[in-house]
């Protein structure tokens, strides 16, 4: 394995290490956009609200306090209703594997509040009704809705090269992190695979590629990309989603770095992605162009492989970038390429005890052979309705209501962060990124009642004189000119009293 030449570098504020003439992102934003499934039924069964009823209903004290239904909330992620009328939370920028699945966490509790007051209002109309929430990729009647990933690189990368470099990676990661679903009366790896139509394309509904290249950075347009993966499935276990988003870094750290990685190019993306999901063991031969077809499974083990070198030498990356130290850890990165070797070997071994409760798909089937043994059906057999209920109700974040949730009170899901980190996220912005400026602005806005907007990359000041900032760089926590803002609001609030 040919391992890249380090170089000195003086401190950089971009949290990069430049080697041989590129960017490598050890220290990493992140984020993470999920769409959940909402429906609602009155007592009895006897009423059904539609989505778009429902969704009402939900964003009715939003709208009430901000005249919008788009926001950023106080955590610095945004809330808005998404086409289809679902609820989406856009977490706010992460800098590492545990802090992004906080945030998407506390984002489960933000709409779950939102699903409560919907409950609380209805029932002063006089209808007594349950909102269910689901944090899955289909409904019942197949319509699929997306878990976008997004992640920071630099301007200097071609995102249809990099993209095509990701893809056999990509593709075969449902392996290992997909949530797995029932289709057609049988047992699939991943919700969101039969939904994709492209590779990589700069379209997101018309056509879903499975990396979206429009270039919309969010950030200083001369120096980042963004990265904006949208084949992955929404995740219920905390360690999956930090496989699926920790493998992900990897991978793009090696690419960054010029480290030695398999080179592999799929001769049909599309079919590769469609029959890696029907096969839990792993063993679909993928065509490959000018090689001999390879396994998902080997694909996958390929990958593994790389990482596990890079880790040897991540460590030297990190020492010589004064930004990384905020970011995700050697440590956690271990954690990663331990929960992916132990889930190639289940998959390898059709032995999937050691990771059932920490893989998805794999905690599902478990749950799914629990009741075909019930109902006494074939282990391949599973068109009975009450599958498709289980299957459906696993997504369901309301206390009480699914059954994930109830699996991990009872610690037969495995845990990667606190409910005291997700409580945190809940209501405070990050600390280590950007963030950590736009709430720090949102907290006092608020609270002096002035005019105001706010986006990913600007904070402006709307009254008496319209006041901009624009935040170019992801990493920065500190910035004079938003103190200058702030200060400005305060001035003009003690004006209009």
Avoid at 75 to 94: M, Q
Avoid at 172 to 200: M, N, P, Y
Avoid at 240 to 257: D, F, N, P, R
Wanted: net charge negative; aromatic share 6%; charged share 25%.
């Amino acid at each position: 394995m040919a391992h890249p030449n380090t170089v000195e570098t003086a401190e950089n504020p971009s949290g990069s290490v430049t080697t041989s003439g590129k960017n490598v992102y050890i220290r990493r934003i992140a984020g993470v956009e999920t769409e959940y499934g909402i429906t609602c039924v009155a007592e009895g069964g006897s009423r059904k609200l539609g989505p778009d009823e429902i969704a009402r209903y939900m964003f009715r004290p939003v709208v009430d306090r901000w005249s919008s239904s788009n926001i950023f909330l106080p955590n610095a992620s945004r809330l808005y209703l998404d086409v289809g009328s679902h609820p989406e939370i856009a977490t706010a920028e992460c800098d590492s594997i545990s802090q992004l699945i906080a945030y998407d966490r506390a984002g489960d509790l933000i709409v779950n509040e939102l699903a409560q007051q919907a409950e609380l209002s209805l029932k002063a109309e006089g209808v007594d009704a349950k909102v269910y929430l689901l944090k899955n990729n289909l409904d019942s009647v197949g319509n699929s809705y997306g878990c976008h990933e997004n992640y920071l690189v630099g301007r200097e990368a071609v995102l249809k090269t990099l993209g095509k470099t990701l893809l056999p990676f990509l593709i075969t990661r449902q392996l290992i992190a997909g949530a797995g679903c029932i289709k057609d009366g049988a047992f699939h790896i991943s919700q969101r695979a039969e939904h994709v139509w492209e590779g990589v394309s700069s379209a997101t509904t018309r056509s879903r590629p499975i990396i979206n290249t429009r270039d919309e950075p969010h950030a200083d347009s001369h120096k980042y990309r963004r990265l904006h993966v949208i084949v992955g499935d929404s995740n219920m276990a905390e360690p999956t989603c930090a496989l699926k988003v920790g493998s992900a870094m990897l991978m793009l750290e090696m690419i960054e770095a010029g480290f030695d990685i398999p080179h592999i190019e799929l001769e049909n993306e599309i079919n590769a992605i469609r029959d890696c999901a029907k096969d839990i063991s792993g063993h679909t031969l993928i065509a490959l162009k000018n090689q001999e077809p390879m396994t998902a499974l080997a694909i996958q083990r390929a990958y593994f492989n790389a990482a596990r070198e890079w880790l040897k030498v991540r460590e030297s990356f990190r020492a010589a970038d004064p930004q990384a130290a905020g970011g995700t850890s050697d440590e956690e990165m271990h954690k990663v390429l331990d929960l992916w070797d132990r889930t190639l070997q289940a998959i390898e071994t059709q032995d999937f005890s050691g990771v059932d409760s920490e893989i998805d798909w794999m905690i599902k089937l478990k749950l799914l052979r629990t009741y075909q043994a019930r109902l006494g059906l074939d282990p391949e057999d599973f068109s009975h309705p009450k599958l498709a209920h289980v299957d459906l109700t696993y997504h369901d974040i309301r206390l009480g209501r699914g059954i994930a949730p109830v699996l991990e009170h009872k610690g037969l899901i495995k845990r990667w962060v606190t409910d005291e980190a997700i409580a945190h996220a809940r209501d405070h912005a990050p600390a280590t990124t950007r963030a950590a400026l736009r709430g720090k602005f949102l907290e006092k806005a608020t609270a002096l009642g002035a005019a105001f907007s706010a986006d990913w990359l600007r904070l402006k000041v709307n009254r008496p004189e319209p006041h901009m900032v624009e935040l170019g760089c992801p990493f920065s926590t500190v910035d004079a000119r938003v103190d200058t803002l702030i200060e400005y609001m305060e001035t003009h609030a003690q004006t209009d009293d």
